[in-house]
């Protein structure tokens, strides 16, 4: 049985995780490293999914939660739900002999419930950055039992990630960047620091305009001409889109940078935020968008 969230909710709770990506340490001592039984997988957050996929184990997933996505094969599992608002009756009901999910999975008490089941839990940190891609890997290999591929797995993505770093190492003027989740009711709904997006933005090599917060917040119109952003970054397929024309028409942002030379780049919010094995192919392509022939491709 398929565990769906109405076009409604599930908009509500995609923007409910980007609203709250502060990057936390994982629970301490309850969950186990390794499965015992790693035959019937759960799999909660799309970069698990891509994980499990890229280390070749997808044979183990019984099932997988709605933001698990890519790569296509792994939208005719399951779907137990989204990441943020799980069910434990929804989860258990495919028989798991193991949930893997990623830290920020909810709601609080629903994992709780999973914890204090008899179906062992195993939680990924969620950093964003470099090394934390690395660890992301090594947790999710290390859980499956294949710690060999999963130290394949990384060198590769390690050695992806450097080349990426590598193409902005030389240039001196740093774009400016300011990323928009959303600009519903005329307000600038930007991310500040300890978020995915201030984290992709970093790793290409700019300047995250947001600062004194973290998380995602609205901006007045006075902190938005400050910002001077160079780049309006925004995503796509995690709400609402954003139209060029809705966003260079609030006069706040017209009166920058962005505004004035019509800079806009949006991406998939799943490719973009992801972090996990596709983040070195994302950076590289927010790298072009931002830098174009300033850079070695």
Do not use: C, W
Not at 226 to 243: E, N, Y
């Amino acid at each position: 049985m398929r565990f769906v969230l109405s076009f409604r909710a599930a908009l509500a709770s995609m923007l409910g995780v980007l609203l709250a990506v502060i990057a936390l340490p994982a629970g301490a001592g309850e969950e186990k490293a390794v499965f015992s039984d790693a035959s019937r997988i759960v799999s909660i957050g799309g970069s698990i999914t891509e994980i499990v996929y890229a280390l070749g184990e997808d044979g183990r997933l019984v099932a997988r939660d709605s933001t698990s996505s890519y790569p296509e094969e792994a939208q005719k599992l399951p779907d137990v739900g989204y990441m943020r608002a799980l069910s434990p009756e929804g989860v258990l009901s495919v028989n798991p002999s193991g949930i893997l999910a990623l830290h920020g999975s909810g709601p609080k008490e629903a994992v709780d419930v999973l914890k204090k089941s008899s179906v062992p839990f195993i939680e990924v940190p969620d950093r964003y950055d470099h090394e934390g891609i690395l660890e992301k890997i090594r947790v999710v290999g290390k859980a499956l039992g294949v710690e060999a591929k999963a130290e394949k797995l990384v060198a590769e993505t390690d050695a992806k990630l450097m080349a990426t770093e590598k193409q902005t190492a030389a240039i001196k003027e740093r774009k400016r960047v300011l990323f928009v989740l959303s600009t519903q009711g005329g307000k600038i709904l930007a991310a500040g620091s300890d978020t995915a997006a201030d984290g992709i933005i970093k790793l290409a090599g700019a300047v995250n305009t947001v600062e004194g917060f973290s998380g995602y917040k609205g901006m007045t119109e006075e902190a938005i001409v400050s910002a001077k952003p160079d780049v309006i970054l925004t995503m796509k397929g995690g709400g609402p889109p954003i139209s060029e024309e809705e966003l260079f028409a609030n006069p706040a942002v017209a009166s920058t940078p962005a505004g004035t030379n019509r800079k806009m780049v949006s991406m998939q919010g799943g490719y973009l935020l992801g972090f996990g094995p596709r983040t070195a192919e994302a950076i590289h392509d927010l790298v072009v968008e931002l830098y174009g022939n300033q850079v070695a491709d």
